[in-house]
């Protein structure tokens, strides 16, 4: 391929960024640089550079195991490779992190989500110095875990010092992928998961899109709406081109208070009284219950294409719309949309596709994130209504190339549904996402949210709806923002001189 | 919760960089009003100049310090700078001449990235890293939206 300016080459993409894995073994390992001795961190990211994986494709020859590196901005401070004036350079919401008030008015982390309470309890005594995150896959266990090994051999050697964030009953206190279900692509909920993402396409003409790969990858502003930073001349411009923003972001999901949620909404006399006309069976009421909250059926299906059951043809489709799909126009034009997919349904809040925003989200559509997250902890017996004290959850890479324009301001919109000035939404009462908003009816920062969610079922109106009050089904564990360099600059964090890259380009 | 924005940067003491703020002030209304209107968030905004001080009790100075905008809009600082970028015109412009004539060295504000961080740096307001606000005080918590709906 040729040369192009407006695309970052492949080669030099750390591969979590332009594709998602599809290996079913991976473990995500924390470290401070303060704290060992000897640190060297020379000899730490050339130990693990001839596994770093990039995006260029594999062909035939998928990796057994491999690695990817993110540094949080006080890891890179440390690092002695920008400038302390450079360092300012980038993003002040990736300088001070997610624990940052700033950050915390649009992700709303109360409560046993607050921050102070994030990494086990270690709070800020880990905010504050968790320096570098490695993602490790593998094809199998044993190749997972030899690369492991290498990688925490390496760190100890140079210095490091591992931060675990979870409890040691809990695998050891790492953060190891699990399988749900037998399904790599399930979560706990029992959702499939990954199947909207953004096109991650090269924008090689600079037309203006929130889908292609330059609002994900630093350097190339010409036609991204996300326009990633820094992107000046300076030494931290230098050494982000080419990288990208990971919000790592662990998430614990009570799946028997999710399980139990549906159990006793199918048996509410409302809700069947509601539902009578459809004739469904308590399980298929809980599956349409489970399915209304997402959008999405736990196949895949999207309600807007596949709205009284899941289908088999329509579990990875992404070929629809909430507002032009109804042939209205205007403020009423997202009614019939609703019937079929409520307003808060967590897909819909996390991508609303063409439904009509407010004025004060911009004419560029909304925003997009890259998904690469997985489960970790073992599954919880199927159905069971009761905790059994095992840690599980969400292994959350969200990849942006702005963290206040895509990462918050998505999360700013599940914990407020502000974003789009219609009718059947009520602004002095606005709900949440139907998944993940915090239900914290005292917040000063997200005023005078409702914890319900309204299902439409023959109409709008509260009488022709089903409204269920939601419990919170999530708690924050941990979150860090970290920036996956380029393999250039880890490269040269390494110390390796003419790091050698291929020619692919696109 | 609103965001306070206050927004102070000591200006350059030359002649055109101080027209640009005396000029500044007289067009700001009208150079934000169509963004602001349109983006439905912001409680107020309101610039001003702050004088050069006296060097003799009583005795007027000529000319300006500083340049003060003070703003209040709803939910996160972060997001939300972010959409008033995108937003354009009048509000992108009036922050760059402000960025134009500071006395510390500002990069030209080319970028999101830039702006987000010109504003962070210059804001006496930032959200309390600890504890709650203890400088800022507001009547009501609704929105502008909620305030509009009635």
């Known amino acids: 391929m040729l040369l192009n300016p407006n695309q970052p080459n492949r080669n030099n993409v750390q591969g979590l960024i332009l594709r998602g894995y599809t290996h079913p073994c991976s473990c995500h390992l924390l470290f401070t640089f303060t704290g060992g001795n000897n640190f060297n ?109 290498q990688v925490t051999a390496s760190a100890t050697k140079n210095g490091l010092v591992e931060i675990l964030p979870l409890a040691i009953k809990d695998n050891g206190g790492r953060l190891y992928q699990s399988i749900v279900q037998h399904d790599p692509a399930k979560i706990h909920f029992g959702y499939t998961d990954g199947i909207s993402e953004p096109s991650m396409n090269a924008n090689p003409s600079g037309n203006t899109s929130a889908e292609t790969n330059n609002n994900f990858v630093i350097g190339y502003p010409k036609g991204s709406t996300s326009d990633p930073g820094p992107t000046g001349v300076d030494t931290a411009s230098r050494f982000a081109k080419d990288g990208c923003y990971n919000a790592f972001r662990i998430i614990y999901q009570d799946v028997a208070a999710f399980n ?158 502000n974003f789009s000035g219609k009718k059947i939404f009520n602004p002095r009462k606005p709900p949440q996402d139907a998944l993940l908003g915090t239900r914290d009816l005292h917040s000063t920062i997200f005023p005078n949210i409702t914890n319900t969610f309204t299902i439409p079922v023959s109409g709008t109106s509260a009488a022709e709806s089903i409204v269920l009050t939601m419990p919170s089904f999530l708690t924050t564990r941990g979150t860090a923002y970290c920036l996956l360099p380029s393999i250039l600059s880890i490269a040269k964090l390494a110390g390796i001189k003419k790091p050698k890259l291929s020619s692919q380009w696109g | 919760m609103a965001s306070p924005l206050t927004m102070y940067v000591q200006i350059k003491q030359d002649k055109v960089s101080q027209g640009i703020a005396a000029a500044a002030l007289q067009s700001f209304t009208q150079g934000v009003q169509a963004g602001l209107d349109k983006a439905g968030i912001v409680h107020y905004a309101t610039l001003a100049l702050i004088p050069n001080p006296s060097t003799v009790p009583g005795k007027p100075v000529k000319g300006y310090l500083a340049i003060l905008l003070m703003t209040d809009f709803d939910l996160a600082m972060n997001p939300y700078l972010d959409t008033f970028w995108d937003m354009g015109g009048g509000i992108k412009d009036a922050i760059a001449a402000i960025a134009s004539i500071s006395f510390n060295p500002v990069p030209p504000i080319k970028t999101k990235t830039q702006f987000e961080n010109f504003i962070n740096s210059v804001n006496l307001t930032p959200a309390p890293k600890t504890g709650g606000w203890k400088n800022f005080y507001q009547a009501y918590p609704l929105t502008v939206e909620q305030i509009n709906a009635g």
């Open chain 1, 260 to 417: 139990l949620f549906l159990k006793q909404s199918a048996n509410n006399p409302e809700v069947k009284k509601k539902l009578s006309h459809l004739n469904l069976t308590e399980a298929e009421t809980e599956e349409w219950l489970a399915a209304k909250l997402c959008g999405r059926w736990r196949n895949g299906s999207p309600l807007m294409l596949s709205p009284d059951k899941p289908e088999a043809s329509t579990a990875s489709a992404e070929d629809f719309m909430y507002g032009s799909s109804s042939g209205i126009a205007g403020a009423d034009d997202d009614v019939p949309s609703s019937l079929k997919c409520p307003f808060s349904a967590h897909t819909r809040v996390a991508n609303p596709r063409d439904q009509l925003l407010s004025g004060s989200e911009g004419t560029n559509g909304p925003p997009r994130i890259a998904r690469r997250g997985m489960p970790y902890g073992a599954d919880l017996k199927n159905g069971a209504t009761t905790d059994d004290g095992v840690d599980r959850g969400l292994i959350g890479i969200f990849l942006c190339g702005n963290l206040a324009g895509q990462f918050e301001k998505l999360y700013s919109w599940m914990n407020f549904n």
């Open chain 1, 41 to 149: 961190s020379k000899a730490f990211f050339s130990d693990l550079y001839p596994k770093l994986q990039s995006a260029a494709d594999w062909g035939n020859n998928k990796p057994a195991s491999m690695l990817n590196i993110g540094l949080t901005y006080n890891g890179l401070s440390l690092l002695k490779v920008i400038s302390p004036s450079d360092l300012t350079y980038f993003p002040s919401t990736f300088q001070n992190g997610p624990s940052d008030p700033g950050s915390q008015d649009s992700l709303g982390d109360v409560g046993e989500s607050s921050p102070e309470k994030w990494w086990n309890n270690q709070g800020n005594a880990v905010n504050n110095k968790l320096h570098c995150v490695v993602h490790v896959y593998g094809m199998t266990s044993n190749d997972l875990d030899e690369l492991v090994s």
